[in-house]
Nanobody, 128 residues
Framework: QVQLVESGGGLVQAGGSLRLSCAASGRTFSSSFMGWFRQAPGKEREFVASINWSGGSRYYANSVKGRFTISRDNAKNTVYLQMNVLKPEDTAVYYC?????????????????????WGQGTQVTVSS
């Protein structure tokens, strides 16, 4: 079992910044790739960013590339999502997820089927 707890969401004006955190427990955190997804009202959940176990490989959705940065601190069992230059279209519930052990293909990192544990989500609202 893996427990994931997100924090850091809130209300921010367009152009502002937020940093999301996801604290993990229950499985060797440093063995897992981690990802962030989001779901806006009336839309399907979509990939935002992911990072491999060491932090040496990172992947981003085109919609956030250059504005968001994913990072991790294995000593703290925490993964972060720094979100800058936020736009109203970034409004969504953001979910942290832990990747399936042994799943290493690119699709594992960017598709939700590549993840087997999910947090409860944190709301991000960007006002115009």
């Amino acid at each position: 079992q893996v427990q994931l707890v997100e924090s850091g969401g809130g209300l921010v004006q367009a152009g502002g910044s937020l940093r999301l955190s996801c604290a993990a427990s229950g499985r060797t955190f440093s063995s897992s790739f981690m990802g962030w997804f989001r779901q806006a009202p009336g839309k399907e959940r979509e990939f935002v960013a992911s990072i491999n176990w060491s932090g040496g490989s990172r992947y981003y959705a085109n919609s956030v590339k250059g504005r968001f940065t994913i990072s991790r601190d294995n000593a703290k069992n925490t993964v972060y999502l720094q979100m800058n230059v936020l736009k109203p279209e970034d409004t969504a519930v953001y979910y942290c997820a832990a990747g399936r052990l042994g799943c290493s293909a690119y699709e594992c990192y960017v598709k939700d089927r590549g993840y087997d544990y999910w947090g409860q989500g944190t709301q991000v609202t960007v006002s115009s």
